[in-house]
């Protein structure tokens, strides 16, 4: 049974830094491309930015780029969000995603889904 367990989820003040973490079990981590998603509330989900297998594609929604920074580490099966300049419109649930695809930021590609781990910027 695939699981993706997100954590590091917090409230934290507008302009400091939160990472979250994102641990795969049950797949192959290494022949899948991850991707972190997140939903406000009142909103619908939205990318934020994706990882290929080996990581040598990234790429991020126009809002992250500059501020957050993905990465993986294969050996840990695990996922990161570095997140720098945290704004109060980053307030949101995040979802990890894994998809069998060498690289995918497209909703549809993403066969797993994490439970989503909560962030609140206060201003």
């Known amino acids: 049974q695939v699981q993706l367990v997100e954590s590091g989820g917090g409230l934290v003040q507008a302009g400091g830094s939160l990472r979250i973490s994102c641990t795969a079990s049950?797949?192959?981590?290494?022949?899948?491309?991850m991707g972190w998603f997140r939903q406000a509330a009142g909103k619908e989900r939205e990318w934020i930015a994706a990882?290929?297998?080996?990581?040598?594609?990234?790429d991020y929604t126009d809002s992250a780029q500059g501020r957050f920074i993905i990465s993986r580490d294969n050996a840990k099966n695990t996922v990161y969000l570095q997140m720098n300049s945290l704004k109060p419109e980053d307030t949101a649930v995040y979802y990890c995603?894994?998809?069998?695809?060498?690289?995918?930021?497209?909703?549809?590609?993403?066969?797993?889904w994490g439970q989503g781990t909560q962030v609140t910027v206060s201003s």
């Open positions: 990882i290929s297998w080996s990581g040598d594609i990234i």
């Open positions: 049950g797949l192959t981590f290494t022949s899948h491309g």
């Open positions: 995603a894994a998809t069998s695809s060498y690289y995918c930021s497209d909703p549809g590609c993403f066969d797993h």
